[in-house]
Nanobody
Framework: DVSLVESGGGLVQAGGSLILSCTKSGSSKFAGDAVDMGWFRQAPGKPREGVACISSGDGSAYYEDSVKGRFTVSRDNAKNTVYLQMNNLKHEDTAVYYC????????????????????WGQGTQVTVSS
């Protein structure tokens, strides 16, 4: 099995930046670039939405439209960690951010199927003050 731990959240002013980390531990079958990994967020009173996804192997990235050009997903295979670099943060980016194991479908930026994702982390809070 695998355990995911998110970190890096915090309070930042609008226009600022944060880097979130998602560190994997457990079974080697999830190590490095072996699996697709997604970042998601959930704001109070709203459904969880997909933010970014990085595919196994070639590392192709997919983004939700509102974060394109501002967020970058990447990974460090040696550290079993996936990152989410968030620049030019906006108040509407305020949410709890989660990572999970699951497929990077071509439609990820528009919609995703929650049942396809598993091993969710506990989440990290990002608060952007306006």
């Amino acid at each position: 099995d695998v355990s995911l731990v998110e970190s890096g959240g915090g309070l930042v002013q609008a226009g600022g930046s944060l880097i979130l980390s998602c560190t994997k531990s457990g079974s080697s079958k999830f190590a490095g670039d072996a699996v697709d990994m997604g970042w998601f967020r959930q704001a109070p009173g709203k459904p969880r939405e997909g933010v970014a996804c990085i595919s196994s192997g070639d590392g192709s990235a997919y983004y939700e439209d509102s974060v394109k050009g501002r967020f970058t997903v990447s990974r460090d295979n040696a550290k079993n960690t996936v990152y989410l670099q968030m620049n030019n943060l906006k108040h509407e980016d305020t949410a709890v951010y989660y990572c999970a194991v699951g497929p990077c479908r071509a439609h990820f930026g528009t919609y995703y199927f929650p049942h396809e994702y598993e091993h969710w982390g506990q989440g990290t809070q990002v608060t952007v003050s306006s």
